[in-house]
């Protein structure tokens, strides 16, 4: 691309007022010289000053209000949804916590020592597997039935 080609790509953002001053210098010097760019500047300003004529639309007041109102909503809701997150993985954290240490401790106080450590103790842990199992399934069910219910609230909200 010529330099003759570069400034006339350039003569519109100059008549804008965007250009460095370095280009701008770059667009006068080269307007002294070219006829034919100095001859196109009239027709870019004049398109410049049809431009700030036209009057900017400005949206409806009650539109800004929805839109700031629905914004507002999102915000909160995704707050609403990082809450519940946590305080999901904290549940989650203590009711792991809670089965692990719940099954030795109900055999260590109920047959003492030797139930955690003896023979039984094998079949223990497997009664101890079907335990959590029946828990985590009970929770599931839980976690599910609550957020149906958490959605319908949402839809009717």
Do not use: Y
Not at 15 to 41: F, K, P, W, Y
Not at 48 to 68: D, E, F, H, M, Y
Not at 108 to 125: D, N
């Amino acid at each position: 691309m010529s330099e003759h080609e570069k400034i006339r790509e350039l003569l519109p953002l100059a008549v804008a007022g965007v250009l460095d001053s370095s280009e701008e210098m770059r667009i006068q010097n080269h307007l002294r010289v070219c006829t034919d760019c100095a001859a196109q500047l009239p027709f870019w300003q004049e398109l410049q000053s049809g431009l700030r004529r036209i009057p900017t639309p400005q949206a409806p007041p009650s539109l800004v209000q929805r839109t700031i109102a629905m914004a507002q909503n999102a915000v909160l809701e995704e707050s609403d949804r990082r809450s519940e997150r946590r305080i999901i993985a904290v549940a989650l954290a203590f009711s792991w916590l809670f089965v692990a240490v719940s099954w030795p401790l109900a055999q260590f106080l109920g047959h003492g020592w030797m139930a955690v450590l003896g023979s039984g103790f094998k079949q223990g842990w497997e009664n101890f597997a079907v335990f959590t199992a029946l828990c985590w399934l009970a929770g599931a069910a839980a976690a599910i039935m609550l957020a149906a219910r958490k959605q319908r609230e949402r839809r009717t909200a």
